[in-house]
């Protein structure tokens, strides 16, 4: 058999399996040829209809995510964080010559190391800075907790008048000016600015 008359044998092999497959479902469903091209499933309409009753609630899913994704964070600005804990005036090496008492609204501390140096007991802002016959030069700190510090017979300060100052910094040096009989460095704390209708407070509720 050559090629030609092979390939009209499939052709019409083909047609005839379609003829019989179709009128096996006009057999079984009682219909014509006509009747069995108007069912439903052929006509336009009613596929386009199946087409639109497909869900496609994931693509708007899919594009809340991406819209999500381009939204950019606005980030919060971070507030500035008061520091309002204390800190030693001098060096760890000290001593204390005199202690707190009624007469006596300070503790006068001395060193041992050599190491001059004071230190502001907390963050504030330098409300007094001047000399006077008694306390010699001093300083007053308006601290951020709400007491005032007063630093008494400096040498020298390393800060002035409505100067911003941190927990730690350096502030002058310890000295015996004023009304002191050897170098140390009188330290008091108030709950209001020094001896202006306020009271003392004990030092060392603090540490």
């Given at each position: 058999?050559?090629?030609?008359?092979?390939?009209?044998?499939?052709?019409?092999?083909?047609?005839?399996?379609?003829?019989?497959?179709?009128?096996?479902?006009?057999?079984?469903?009682?219909?014509?040829?006509?009747?069995?091209?108007?069912?439903?499933i052929l006509n336009a309409d009613a596929m386009n209809l199946?087409?639109?009753?497909?869900?496609t609630s994931?693509?708007?899913k899919e594009k809340v995510v991406e819209q999500k994704k381009e939204e950019t964070v606005t980030p919060v600005p971070m507030q500035n964080v008061i520091d309002t804990s204390w800190g030693w005036p001098t060096s760890l090496n000290y001593g204390i010559t005199t202690q707190y008492h009624s007469g006596h609204p300070a503790i006068d501390i001395i060193v041992y190391d050599g190491n001059y140096n004071i230190y502001s007991a907390s963050?504030?802002?330098?409300?007094?800075?001047?000399?006077?016959?008694?306390?010699?030069?001093?300083?007053?700190?308006?601290?951020?907790?709400g007491y005032y510090a007063l630093y008494c017979h400096l040498s020298d300060k390393t800060v002035g008048l409505n100067q911003r100052?941190?927990?730690g910094q350096i502030i002058?040096?310890?000295?015996?000016?004023?009304?002191?009989t050897g170098v140390h460095l009188h330290y008091s704390i108030w709950d209001g600015y020094p001896y202006h209708g306020s009271s003392s407070v004990n030092p060392w509720i603090f540490y």
């Amino acid at each position: 058999m050559n090629k030609n008359k092979s390939k009209k044998l499939m052709k019409t092999n083909f047609l005839c399996g379609i003829l019989l497959f179709t009128t096996g479902i006009m057999l079984e469903y009682g219909a014509t040829l006509p009747d069995a091209l108007s069912v439903d499933i052929l006509n336009a309409d009613a596929m386009n209809l199946s087409f639109m009753e497909v869900d496609t609630s994931y693509e708007k899913k899919e594009k809340v995510v991406e819209q999500k994704k381009e939204e950019t964070v606005t980030p919060v600005p971070m507030q500035n964080v008061i520091d309002t804990s204390w800190g030693w005036p001098t060096s760890l090496n000290y001593g204390i010559t005199t202690q707190y008492h009624s007469g006596h609204p300070a503790i006068d501390i001395i060193v041992y190391d050599g190491n001059y140096n004071i230190y502001s007991a907390s963050s504030g802002v330098v409300v007094t800075d001047t000399y006077k016959w008694d306390g010699g030069n001093y300083l007053v700190i308006q601290q951020d907790n709400g007491y005032y510090a007063l630093y008494c017979h400096l040498s020298d300060k390393t800060v002035g008048l409505n100067q911003r100052v941190e927990k730690g910094q350096i502030i002058g040096h310890m000295g015996s000016t004023g009304l002191s009989t050897g170098v140390h460095l009188h330290y008091s704390i108030w709950d209001g600015y020094p001896y202006h209708g306020s009271s003392s407070v004990n030092p060392w509720i603090f540490y």
